[in-house]
């Protein structure tokens, strides 16, 4: 099958071209997919004598199953991060001792880290008394006592 | 058979459409909220997220990084009714991307009307001078304030900061004029001190010299005493020898040697340079009542000899040279 004289699957892999580097231009909009289904159909069409609508069929299908190929791929090998943490700061804060800096009464109090102040739940403590970070819900950080039972008191 | 090549080519733009709206690339430092039919469901993290679209949608994009937001310049009247300008800079990090979505309408907006607010507050209950001195309690104040207010919305406020202070020109120019008087004040203290002291000195200094001198007459008048005594004992010594002399040998010896000085003084008179006329203040009768005595002594020799009268003028001439 011919269009002004060239075959169409040469004009589908001229668009699954056009497709990749409209992908490199202009990043994040996932053309790289359609580039990739645009190919196949283009192979396809290469090899079988199909219809024009044929064609377009083949080709959204093409579309969906390389995107969900893709998404399948990308979740089985998820390429790990230097830095998993990153903005996620209670996630960061998890393991730190800490100073109580307004005692914790009745579950809830604030704690010192670094040079700014958090809020905190806990079990109650006298300001002073050094608490371990241990989880953190919202903006609001869970804290336990530290160990070997007395709470050392720390002026700052 | 046309119109059955649109549909068809329609059908493929629609999945095409279907499948970009479908995956949700979220990059780092943002969150998306998922929205099922218009309900809340989850957050896509950042990465690769398909959410098919129709039944679900992205709510909203929140920024997870730290953002900076400043607080517009304003005027605050302060506890003693100075009016003073002021702005700050309001650091903060959504850290619920759901409550940070939902739980306020317009966060950026709602965090600015709550920092000048309790600004206005803080500011407002210290007197100019601590305003301007304490922003270190102001920003911990306020912090605290924010902090606790914003916790429901998902949000940490990480940092409050006033940026600057601005009283008023002619205020500036008096606490200018205060400075410098307090300055003098101390120069002029200072300065009155050093006198004080160097007055205390030098008195002291003056009051011990004057102390050393006294105790320096002091000590020449004992010596002085004694070597009057001295001198008297001596003096006495000699009378007592003299009279013991007397004592053992002649009461004329006596008289010789009294006489002889008088005379020998008389002389004296008569030597001095512009003595045409001698005066005899002391009392004549004495010398007179001598003479009775050189006399006497004259008579006894007569009596005894003769040969002693020749020798008085020769001792007597011996004796004034």
């Known amino acids: 099958m011919e269009i002004g004289g060239i075959g169409v699957h040469w004009l589908w892999l001229l668009g699954a071209s056009v497709l990749a580097i409209l992908e490199l231009v202009v990043p994040g ?35 969906v199953g390389s995107v969900l190929a893709g998404r399948h791929q990308y979740e089985r090998n998820i390429v790990p991060s230097t830095d998993p943490l990153l903005n ?31 809020n905190a ?28 039972g007395t709470p050392q008191i720390e002026r700052s | 058979m046309g119109i059955a090549i649109i549909a068809i080519i329609a059908l493929g733009v629609a999945v095409l459409l279907w499948l970009f709206s479908s995956i949700k690339m979220v990059r780092q ?7 099922h039919f218009g309900r809340f469901t989850t957050v896509a993290r950042p990465g690769l997220g398909f959410y098919p679209a129709f039944f679900y949608r992205v709510g909203r994009r929140i920024n997870m990084m730290e953002q900076v937001l400043d607080i517009p310049g304003q005027e605050i009247i302060t ?89 008023p020109a002619d205020i500036v120019n008096a606490m200018g004029r205060q400075m410098k008087a307090e300055r003098e004040k101390r120069a002029v203290i200072l300065e009155s001190e050093g006198s004080r002291a160097s ?8 009051k011990q010299s004057q102390i050393l001198e006294a105790e320096g007459r002091r000590e020449a008048a004992f010596r002085d005493a004694e070597a009057r005594e001295r001198a008297a004992q001596a003096e006495a010594t000699a009378t007592k020898l003299v009279s013991d002399a007397i004592e053992s040998g002649s009461a004329q010896a006596i008289n010789y ?12 008179f008569a030597n ?50």
Request: glycine fraction near 12%; aromatic fraction near 6%.
């Open chain 1, 29 to 63: 909009v996932f053309l790289i997919w359609v580039a990739a289904a645009a190919a196949l159909t283009g192979v396809v069409a290469a090899l079988l004598p199909l219809g024009l609508p044929f064609q377009f069929i083949l080709f959204a299908l093409f579309a």
């Open chain 1, 88 to 118: 996620d700061r209670i996630a960061r804060l998890i393991g730190q001792t800490v100073v109580v800096e307004t005692a914790i009464e009745g579950g809830s109090g604030r704690v010192r880290v670094g040079d700014g102040v958090w």
């Open chain 1, 121 to 148: 739940r806990g079990p109650d403590l006298p300001a002073g008394a050094r608490v371990r970070v241990t989880g953190g819900q919202g903006t609001c950080l869970t804290v336990e006592p530290v160990a070997a």
């Open chain 2, 29 to 35: 430092g943002y969150q998306y909220t998922i929205e």
């Open chain 2, 79 to 167: 506890k003693d009714n100075a009016m003073i300008q002021t702005d700050g800079v309001v650091f903060f990090q959504v850290l619920d991307a759901a409550k940070a979505a939902y739980e306020v309408s317009d966060l950026y907006v709602a965090i600015m009307q709550l920092t000048t607010t309790n600004l206005r507050t803080v500011m407002g209950s210290m007197d100019l001078d601590e305003t301007l001195s304490k922003r270190d309690e102001i920003n911990a104040r306020l912090l605290s304030v924010v902090d606790q207010a914003t916790e429901a919305w998902g949000v940490k406020i990480t940092r409050v900061e006033i940026k600057d202070i601005r009283p």
């Open chain 2, 199 to 206: 007055a205390i000195l030098r008195a002291e200094g003056e």
């Open chain 2, 257 to 268: 040697f009294i006489a002889q000085k008088y005379v020998e003084a008389v002389g004296q």
């Open chain 2, 272 to 321: 001095s340079p512009n003595a045409k006329t001698i005066l005899f203040p002391v009392e004549a009768t004495q010398l007179i009542g001598t003479l009775g005595g050189i006399g006497e002594l004259a008579k006894e020799a007569l009596a005894k000899g003769g040969e002693a009268s020749p020798t008085v003028p020769s001792t007597r001439g011996g004796g004034g040279r």
